[in-house]
Antibody
Framework: QVQLHESGPGLVKASETLSLTCTVS??????????WGWIRQPPGKGLEWIGT???????HYNPSLNRRVTVSVDTANNQLSLTLTSVTAGDSGVYYC???????????????????WGQGTLVTVSS | EIVMTQSPATLSASPGETVTLSCRAS??????LAWYQQTPGQAPRLLIY???TKGAGVPARFSGSGSGTDFTLTISSLQPEDFAVYFC??????????FGQGTKVEI
C-alpha cells in the first residue's frame, strides 16, 4: 500500500519561499502509471490543485499559481517537492501531496483522479 | 477553467436515510469525474472515479451516476461514519483539474 508523507516548515514569512517535501513509501515514484501532485486547502474551505509532476519530466501547473510554483520529482529518494515563491497570507492552509493516476483521456495519457493522499501539513504565512 | 458547482452546500440527514449529492460542471467533462470524502482533520479519500467506479475498499452503499455536466453521488442507508464533506473533481483532459466547493452531510 503506497503511503505519502509531507514535511516542511509550518510557518513561513510573507514574501518568502515555501518549500515542502513529500516522501513516498510502498511504491515507486518512477512508476509510469502515476503522476504526483500537490493540492492545498485553506482553513475551512475547499480544495485547490497546485501542480503535478511526472517521473519522466513533464509538469503541469495551475495557471493561477504558475509563475510562483515549481513541482519536481526526485526519483533517487522517492520524493516529490513543492516550491512556492512570494507567499502571502492567502497561501496559508493544509498542503497535501497525492498520487495522481494516469489515464487515457481523449486519446492522450494524462493525470486524472487522486487515488492516494498524504495526511497533509499545515502551513501558516505570517506577516 | 471548468467550474464545478456542488449542491446543496449542507445536507441534514439521519442514519439509515438515503441521500443524493449533486455536482454540475460548467462544460461537459464526459464521464471524467471523481468523488472524494473528507472527515474532520483527515485527508480526502477517493470514493468514486470515472463517474461510477468505486475506489478500493469503498462500501457498496456509495454509488455515482451522470455524464456530461450533471453528476450525482448517492449514499444509501447512511452510516455514522458517512457524515463528512464530499467533493467532486473533474479530470477532463488538461484544463486544469478543479474541485467543487463541497457538500457537508450532517446529522
Amino acid at each position: 500500500q503506497v503511503q505519502l508523507h509531507e514535511s516542511g516548515p509550518g510557518l513561513v514569512k510573507a514574501s518568502e519561499t515555501l518549500s515542502l517535501t513529500c516522501t513516498v513509501s510502498g511504491g515507486s515514484i518512477s512508476d509510469e502509471n502515476y503522476y504526483w501532485g500537490w493540492i492545498r486547502q485553506p482553513p475551512g474551505k475547499g480544495l485547490e490543485w497546485i501542480g503535478t509532476a511526472y517521473s519522466v519530466g513533464s509538469t503541469h501547473y495551475n495557471p493561477s499559481l504558475n509563475r510562483r510554483v515549481t513541482v519536481s520529482v526526485d526519483t533517487a529518494n522517492n520524493q516529490l517537492s513543492l516550491t512556492l515563491t512570494s507567499v502571502t497570507a492567502g497561501d496559508s492552509g493544509v498542503y497535501y501531496c497525492a498520487r495522481h493516476r494516469g489515464a487515457y483521456i481523449s486519446g492522450y495519457y494524462n493525470p486524472s483522479y487522486f487515488d492516494h493522499w498524504g495526511q497533509g501539513t499545515l502551513v501558516t504565512v505570517s506577516s | 477553467e471548468i467550474v464545478m458547482t456542488q449542491s446543496p452546500a449542507t445536507l441534514s440527514a439521519s442514519p439509515g436515510e438515503t441521500v443524493t449529492l449533486s455536482c454540475r460542471a460548467s462544460q461537459s467533462v464526459s464521464r471524467n469525474l471523481a468523488w472524494y470524502q473528507q472527515t474532520p482533520g483527515q485527508a480526502p479519500r477517493l470514493l468514486i472515479y470515472g463517474t461510477s467506479t468505486k475506489g478500493a475498499g469503498v462500501p457498496a452503499r456509495f454509488s455515482g451516476s451522470g455524464s456530461g455536466t450533471d453528476f450525482t453521488l448517492t449514499i444509501s442507508s447512511l452510516q455514522p461514519e458517512d457524515f463528512a464533506v464530499y467533493f467532486c473533481q473533474h479530470y477532463n483532459a488538461w484544463t486544469p483539474w478543479t474541485f467543487g466547493q463541497g457538500t457537508k452531510v450532517e446529522i
